[in-house]
T-cell receptor, first 115, second 112 residues
């Protein structure tokens, strides 16, 4: 079956512009995660969705970052007024949590470059 | 606050060697630990998930063990192959949250 897909694969934008990144999780997966991976750094948690609600938004770096999920499926991460430090690879993962087993399946990522 | 450390940061071995990658975490109140591999420019691929009630998991040439009390996990790769070359990451949930904390990874190169 289809895995997690993300679009676009690459996005180049100018400082100050808004961007939207999309994640299509594996069908039936109720949990969805967004992470950020900056050059030379580890993965940084951004937000977790269970269904359409986000019980953990603790990793969003500022109020310029927001995310939503609709229909328990597609999720969009929006970054407003982008800054150069937002340049990174944004990764999405989905899972079907079941009694402590929460294997995450990752998409290929969106590489964001802010000029 | 959960912190995850992976040692070594990089490893280069000849083909055929057995090797061990280490992951340590500071908060033992975890419900699972996951190992992933990441190929350059790609997303992560799940390798093994060990639930807190388990001591180890095996998949093919890979074996992961978990010792919650000491805050350690090891990933054992048997008979390494050049195709095993990648960065290996471990991740644990931060206590009481849905937030997963990742180590910075071990970059493995297996020489033919």
């Amino acid at each position: 079956g289809a895995g997690v897909s993300q679009s676009p694969s690459n996005k180049v934008t100018e400082k100050g512009k808004d961007v939207e990144l999309r994640c299509d999780p594996i069908s039936g997966h109720t949990a969805l995660y967004w992470y950020r991976q900056s050059l030379g750094q580890g993965l940084e948690f951004l937000i977790y969705f269970q269904g359409n609600s986000a019980p953990d938004k603790s990793g969003l770096p500022s109020d310029r970052f927001s995310a939503e999920r609709t229909g328990g499926s597609v999720s969009t991460l929006t970054i407003q007024r982008t800054q150069q430090e937002d340049s990174a690879v944004y990764l999405c993962a989905s899972s079907f949590p079941s009694g402590g087993a929460d294997t995450q399946y990752f998409g290929p990522g969106t590489r964001l470059t802010v000029l | 606050k959960q912190e995850v450390t992976q040692i070594p940061a990089a490893l280069s071995v000849p083909e055929g060697e057995n090797l061990v990658l280490n992951c340590s975490f500071t908060d033992s109140a975890i419900y699972n630990l996951q190992w992933f591999r990441q190929d350059p420019g790609k997303g992560l691929t799940s390798l093994l998930l060990i639930q807190s009630s388990q001591r180890e998991q095996t998949s093919g040439r890979l074996n992961a063990s978990l010792d919650k009390s000491s805050g350690r996990s090891t990933l054992y790769i048997a008979a390494s192959q050049p195709g095993d070359s990648a960065t290996y990451l471990c991740a644990v949930p931060s206590s009481g949250t849905y937030k997963y904390i990742f180590g910075t990874g071990t970059r493995l190169k297996v020489l033919a």
